[in-house]
Nanobody, 119 residues
Framework: QVQLVESGGGLVQAGGSLRLSCTAS???????MGWYRQAPGKQRELVAL???????NYADSVKGRYTISRDNAKNTVYLQMNSLNPEDTGVYSC??????????????WGQGTQVTVSS
């Protein structure tokens, strides 16, 4: 069973930055990787995606402020978050969507890390 572990969340003032990390127990080489956010009282939403080929996609609310990247050698995906505002508050979770290999077609989730932005 693939396990994903997020880290890097915390409390930050508006205008500040955080860098989240998500490390998988297995290879992410053949996977699309995404960061999702669930704000209090809201549904979980995709904020950033990086494909296995390195293409990226962002939610409109975070474009120009967030950057997703991956290090396949470390089985890790990152989310650099700048110019944070209170609306960015939520639980950030990592999702692995396996495209090829023994787990092709399967998705795995991490437990999430809390990000709180104070005004």
């Amino acid at each position: 069973q693939v396990q994903l572990v997020e880290s890097g969340g915390g409390l930050v003032q508006a205008g500040g930055s955080l860098r989240l990390s998500c490390t998988a127990s297995g290879s992410i080489f053949s996977s699309n990787m995404g960061w999702y956010r669930q704000a209090p009282g809201k549904q979980r939403e995709l904020v950033a995606l990086i494909t296995m080929l390195g293409g990226t996609n962002y939610a409109d609310s975070v474009k120009g402020r967030y950057t997703i990247s991956r290090d396949n050698a470390k089985n890790t995906v990152y989310l650099q978050m700048n110019s944070l505002n209170p609306e960015d508050t939520g639980v950030y979770s990592c999702k692995q969507e396996t495209i090829h290999g023994v787990n092709a077609g399967r998705s795995f989730w991490g437990q999430g890390t809390q990000v709180t932005v104070s005004s």
